[in-house]
């Protein structure tokens, strides 16, 4: 036996090739160790081409007028400015709008919010360019402005027509309800702080062209709205993108107006231009999170089990459409989250506002439509006296194999539920019950300081629900070397798609990762990709990947097994080793020799997820792959004197399937369950009497600290087995662990509901700031005294 060989089989047992894999590993992040050493490039850091100047915008300082004037000479004249642009200097379409064409690269004339941009500055430098901009006077003609959902919907102001889903016959199911609840709700929206800003750097290029250096989760969108502001085919345009310091939604549409602006000013001045975000006017132009409002009205029976369900939402959507309308979707799709409702009635409506135009924010309008029905049947338990785990089981979707209770309100079967068995092991293993006992016996001793419990669930639908985006592109080289070198239509933005997508390469070719390189996002590379949103970067991206690798492959199997005169199924891959019978040669050896006999190493490969179909007008249709589920426990503690509270516990359980990279999953979750607590919880957007957004920095805006994560804290990953064929039968994870910290919102709600003994339901508003957990209090104790 040669060395070779003998190395193979040290790596493998040959008739066992299962015994090596590259895929379910927890290996470190692909550019963990330049992220430590800051070695890691992003936008900003890449070189700066000779003759680079810097543009800022100009704001408006109205939230709704029509500019009577504007004098910029004080502009012109500041030091170090090249140039001044407007509205009337953009050579194609003045749009950057994501679906809808209402949203404008520069306002012309008409401004919709305050920090809308107005015109644009270019300058020598970053520094003088930001100082250029404040110099200029402009004359408003002030208009009414629409400031809250709730106006937005008395006025019937929508950015888009309301949405309606109605199943079954609401109003009979109704009169056989034992009981009604009936409420509202509103939960605040969110402001995505990646840590690296909005930030675009064009290049002019020979002929017409333009390379755009963007900080975005959409490179082909960007550089479709490129082509339409420069008035160029899309040819002209490529936009590369190697990572991104976050992005969370905020950089899937709302880089759109960052790359616009950079390539207009590039194409006139004919020099690179760079549109860095300072944090303040970052948080001021760009929308966030949705923020939602609900009148509510649910019909239950004696033992929990809801029968009737009526929802009006509605949301800012801010001045212009963006995402809404799928979000709003969304929403209205996850209303259920992993109950079965029989009989719904809900409405969805896109309030337009004279604020920032909101777009995506991680989980997409699930959150937003979740925590509502969550809301609901935790008022349900407290009216009934029963604890809200037992009325959520009462409502989880039938097992599989129960027909008549496993078909969600839009019509798609559910075929996939494991929320039984998930929640039945965290119950266990939380030790749910005894300390829901134990919090008790406290609560009945401690006065001031209350703990609160709760567990809650998810069922969240994986798949963009709009269908024709969910395709994938991907090209895979293999060089003469053994090394392997992917490029595909999804970005990093941390979250770990390129270390996932070389794990699926390195395994289909049988090479160690450390062979497999991921190159920057390319618009030239792969051409009409989809958004990295929806949780669908891994899965779609992953099985092009695949394809590609697979192709190649195909080819060296074929090439090994014709050198050794034997079956082409017999051929293995596994340790950097082709194997067939006792013949054996290393990966790149093997690519050496196919180059030399012409045989091709280098693949495309593309993947559409099957099944999907969705009738926008009817909502009903099978918008989503598969269901990832999960449940977590969260313990807090509450000061009932001053609203403050704690975190003590949380315990997490999150079906990612047969996860690529548990390493990598587990730190999504937690990241999700810190970032969805702080949605709940600390992080309060507030705009003033004007319009003005008043939480536009980390002094005003508080996101989670590691000081607010709790001591104990239990992720753990459901043993589960994707039904849908997905990549290697995993699950997605980006968004929906982002519900796990509804259990930390209620947990809170419980604490308060202690004061009285349970008997009300607390008014807790998210997010569930100090002041709105002393309102909630001083509410419940009203409650308690007028019913003495």
Request: hydrophobic share 40%; glycine share 8%.
């Amino acid at each position: 036996m040669n060395t070779q060989n003998d190395a193979f089989l040290k790596a493998l047992n040959p008739t066992d090739t299962s015994a090596w894999k590259e895929v379910g590993k927890s290996h470190p992040h692909e550019s963990a160790i330049l992220h430590v050493v800051g070695e890691a490039t992003y936008t900003d850091d890449i070189a700066e081409s000779q003759g680079t100047l810097h543009a800022a915008l100009g704001l408006s300082q109205k939230a709704h007028a029509r500019i009577r004037s504007i004098n910029l000479d004080a502009v012109r004249s500041a030091v170090g400015v090249v140039d001044v642009l407007l509205a009337s200097d953009i050579p194609g379409v003045n749009d950057c709008g994501a679906i809808i064409h209402d949203d404008p690269i520069l306002a012309d004339g008409l401004v919709q919010y305050i920090g809308q941009p107005i015109f644009a500055v270019v300058a020598d430098s970053h520094d003088n360019a930001r100082r250029a901009v404040r110099k200029v006077v402009i004359d408003y003609e002030e208009l009414p402005a629409i400031l809250t959902p709730q106006a937005a919907h008395a006025a019937k102001s929508y950015v888009l027509p309301p949405m309606h889903l109605a199943r079954g016959d609401v109003k009979q199911a109704f009169e056989k309800a034992a009981h009604v609840v009936k409420g509202e709700l509103l939960v605040g929206g969110q402001e995505q702080f990646y840590l690296e800003g909005q930030i675009s750097y064009a290049i002019p290029k020979e002929g017409n062209g333009m390379l755009v250096l963007c900080s975005t989760q959409h490179p082909s969108e960007m550089q479709h709205h490129v082509a339409h502001a420069l008035g160029l085919h899309a040819h002209n345009i490529v936009v590369e993108c190697r990572r991104m310091g976050g992005g969370f939604g905020g950089k899937e549409s709302q880089s759109g107006l960052w790359a616009c602006v950079a390539a207009v000013c590039a194409q006139k001045l004919k020099r690179p231009v760079k549109l860095r975000a300072d944090r303040d006017d970052d948080m001021i132009v760009t929308g966030k999170r949705h923020c939602f409002h609900y009148d509510y009205e649910v019909g239950y029976d004696d033992n929990g089990l809801i029968l009737a369900a009526k929802v009006d939402m509605v949301s800012r959507a801010g001045f212009s459409a963006d995402l809404s309308a799928p979000v709003a979707t969304r929403a209205v799709c996850h209303f259920d989250n992993t109950y079965y409702l029989s009989d719904v009635d809900i409405r969805a409506a896109c309030g337009k506002t004279n604020t920032q135009s909101n777009t995506a924010f991680r989980g997409f309008g699930g959150p937003q439509g979740a925590i509502a029905i969550e809301y609901i049947v935790d008022e349900i338990a407290r009216n009934l006296g029963r604890d809200a785990l037992d009325i959520r089981k009462v409502n989880f979707y039938g097992r599989n194999d129960e027909e008549g209770r496993n078909v969600t309100q839009y019509g798609q079967k559910v075929v996939d539920n494991v929320i039984h068995e998930l929640v039945a092991e965290l119950e266990d293993t939380s030790e749910y019950r005894q300390r829901r006992m134990d919090i008790a016996a406290f609560n009945a001793t401690s006065p001031v300081l209350k703990k609160g419990l709760a567990l809650t669930p998810l069922k969240f639908g994986i798949a963009f629900n709009v269908t024709h985006l969910n395709q994938a592109g991907a090209l895979v080289h293999v060089y003469t070397d053994g090394s392997v070198l992917v490029n595909h239509g999804g970005t990093e933005m941390g979250q770990g798609v390129n270390t996932k997508v070389a794990q699926v390469v390195a395994h289909e070719l049988g090479v160690p990762l450390e062979n497999v390189r991921v190159s920057a996002t390319d618009t030239s590379k792969i051409a009409n990709t989809s958004a990295t949103a929806a949780s669908t970067g891994a899965d779609l991206n992953g099985k092009a990947a695949q394809d590609a690798a697979n192709k190649i492959r195909q080819r060296l199997a074929e090439f090994f097994a014709k050198l050794h005169n034997g079956e082409v199924t017999a051929v293995t891959f596994a340790a950097g080793f082709i194997q067939l019978g006792e013949h054996s040669m290393s990966f790149a050896d093997l690519a050496q020799k196919a180059y030399l006999a012409r045989v091709q190493l280098w693949s495309d490969g593309f993947y559409a997820t099957p099944g999907l179909s969705w009738d926008s007008k009817t909502m009903n249709g099978s918008p989503f792959s598969y269901y990832a589920y999960g449940a977590s426990v969260s313990e807090v503690i509450v000061d009932t004197l001053t609203g403050e509270w704690r975190l003590l516990r949380a315990d997490s359980l999150y079906d990612a399937g047969n996860s690529l990279n548990p390493a990598i999953d587990i730190g999504q979750v937690e990241g999700a369950f810190i970032q969805g607590m702080g949605w709940l919880t600390t992080e309060e957007l507030w705009w003033n009497k004007d319009g003005k957004l008043m939480t536009h920095a980390p002094s005003t805006y508080k996101i989670p600290g590691v000081s607010d994560c709790p001591k104990d804290f239990r992720t753990n990953l459901f043993k589960n087995r994707n039904v849908a064929d997905s990549i290697h039968r995993s699950k997605a994870v980006g968004e929906p662990p982002l519900l796990l910290p509804f259990s930390v919102f209620f947990a809170i709600r419980d604490a308060i509901a202690s004061v009285a003994d349970y008997r009300f339901n607390p008014p807790l508003q998210a997010p569930a700031t100090s002041e709105a957990i002393l309102k909630a209090l001083t509410a419940v104790e009203e409650m308690a005294a007028q019913s003495i």
